[in-house]
């Protein structure tokens, strides 16, 4: 045991708490004498009022006895981690919704304009074009609002203005002009209009 190391680590753990030696010595009911004297490392805390002094210090035992904070900032980077993951595991599933968007609606659309050239071309009563164009139109038009669903709960959209980024309701996704994924909306937080892009997560 570094009795300096800890010494010192007292110290530091009872200035962040904005403590003095004497305030921390009245809660636990002994004098300044020997809080200075554990900050000195002439002494170390005894093991009965151990616990209590690391909850003053906002630390725990083992810390106390390492004189730094190791498990807490293994802790931190852990915790850092598990969210980066978790930021990226949202990211990916937005791209692959987004890709669904593309795997449903093209081969659609392109159906769609098929069954139209067929309608119009071949050798079939007009009854039938007609009942072809109608439901190729139909079935265009229906994938392509299950598109903009997909489109609006994947990710989020990004005001040009303030940044902000946030979902839009189904109905201002699919009824506001769009390039692409970039679409001409009023933003929620700001209420100005621009073309917001498409992100996939909601941290910049
Ligand atoms: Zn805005």
Known sequence: ??????????????????????????????????????ETGKSVPDSGIMLELCGYLGINV????????????????????NLLAMRQEIEEKNRQLLNTEIWIGAPATVAGLVMCAFAAYADIPNAWRVALI????????????????????????????????????YW????????????????PKCQKKSWQKKVLTKEV
């Open 134 to 169: 109608v439901f190729a139109i139909l079935m265009i038009l229906a994938v392509a609002f299950v598109a903009v669903g997909i489109e609006q709960k994947a990710g989020y959209y990004e005001c040009q203005i303030c940044h902000d980024r946030h979902v839009p309701t």
């Open 62 to 81: 083992n810390e106390l006895l390492s004189g730094e904070k190791i498990m807490t900032e293994a802790f931190d980077k852990r915790a850092e981690e």
């Open 1 to 38: 045991m570094d009795q300096v190391k800890i010494g010192k680590f007292i110290a530091s753990c009872r200035k962040e708490q904005g403590m003095t030696q004497a305030a921390l010595a009245e809660k636990l009911g002994i004098s300044d004498r020997a809080v200075s004297k554990w």
């Open 172 to 187: 201002q996704t699919n009824l506001a002009p769009h390039k692409g994924r970039t679409r001409y909306m009023k933003c």
